[in-house]
């Protein structure tokens, strides 16, 4: 677990922002969704975030209409290393 302090939003940033980190799931089916970074506000108006659910990943960004998830089709494996970078 890390918490790195940011201000302002993520995505209205005039540079851009690459968040880039590599896991080895343990449960990816764990029952529950299993939040890997996210930025997002409370309400889902402003950010980013990318999860796995139930051995899938997901990719969520907030906007106007609350939040956008998109998922993979490929499906997360127990143990396997995967490098994962957000842009």
Request: net charge negative; with cysteine; glycine share 10%.
């Amino acid at each position: 677990f890390a918490s790195v302090p940011w201000k302002g939003d993520l995505l209205s940033q005039k540079d851009a922002v690459t968040v880039s980190f590599w896991i080895q799931p343990t449960l990816p089916r764990a029952g529950h969704e299993q939040y890997l970074f996210s930025s997002l506000d409370p309400d889902g108006r402003a950010g980013l975030a990318a999860l796995i659910d139930e051995g899938t990943l997901v990719l969520c960004s907030g906007g106007p209409d609350g939040v956008q998830r998109v998922a993979s089709s490929i499906t997360i494996e127990r143990g396997r290393w995967y490098s994962l970078a957000l842009t």
